[in-house]
């Protein structure tokens, strides 16, 4: 088995500060024409239901350049939802993600292949490691908040030494860096 293959699962194609900072003319470039986002501390702080203006603003350009996305989270269905509607996208409520069922649910609605679709989260094990395992290109952003599920917060706890770990590997680097990409 090749040398860091285990650790490639939790490495994402790119490392963002957050989704605003999406690169959409590259991702265009790629061959993306699908994106998938998780909602809670990637759109939105963790259980709250208000879409802010610059979210708001983002899907509309994300309609505007050809995009289609939809909404990929493990949280209630109503809540998902509520958040869906305002944002005029589909959604998929209770995903067990990292499990591919709901990525693959999701590529089906956007009617994209894995390879021309992309997933946006805050979470290596949920969201990374799901796209990954798929082969979808993955896009990891920094968490909008501290405030979380109390079993998310257990895991950010090895999260953070993964992280560290592909660091220190070359395989990721800081989202504060200008090339914040993780793997080609």
Same mark, same amino acid.
């Given at each position: 088995?090749?040398?860091?293959?285990?650790?490639?699962?939790?490495?994402?194609?790119?490392?963002?500060?957050?989704?605003?900072?999406l690169p959409l003319a590259?991702?265009?470039?790629?061959?993306?024409?699908?994106?998938?986002f998780d909602l809670d501390n990637t759109l939105l702080n963790w259980n709250v239901c208000d879409v802010s203006p610059q979210t708001r603003s983002l899907f509309d350009r994300l @309609? %505007?350049?050809?995009? +289609? $996305?939809?909404?990929?989270?493990?949280?209630?269905k109503d809540r998902v939802e509520v958040v869906a509607r305002v944002l005029d996208?589909?959604?998929?409520? @209770? %995903?067990?993600?990292? +499990? $591919?069922?709901?990525?693959?649910?999701?590529?089906?609605?956007?009617?994209t292949s894995a390879a021309e679709t992309a997933v946006v989260g805050d979470q290596?094990?949920?969201?990374?490691?799901?796209?990954?395992?798929?082969g979808l290109f993955t896009i990891l952003?920094?968490?909008?908040?501290?405030?979380?599920?109390?079993?998310?917060?257990?895991?950010?706890?090895?999260?953070?030494s993964v992280l560290r770990l592909l660091a220190q590997r070359g395989l990721l680097q800081n989202p504060a860096n200008p090339s914040s990409s993780g793997r080609n």
């Open positions: 088995m090749r040398k860091n293959a285990w650790l490639r699962l939790f490495c994402p194609h790119l490392y963002l500060a957050s989704v605003q900072a590259d991702l265009k470039r790629h061959g993306l024409r699908g994106l998938v @309609k %505007a350049e050809g995009f +289609r $996305s939809c909404l990929v989270s493990n949280n209630k996208v589909p959604a998929i409520s @209770k %995903a067990g993600k990292p +499990r $591919s069922r709901a990525f693959r649910q999701a590529m089906a609605v956007l009617g290596l094990f949920t969201d990374i490691l799901g796209g990954n395992r798929l952003v920094v968490p909008l908040s501290r405030r979380e599920f109390v079993g998310t917060r257990l895991m950010r706890c090895l999260e953070r």
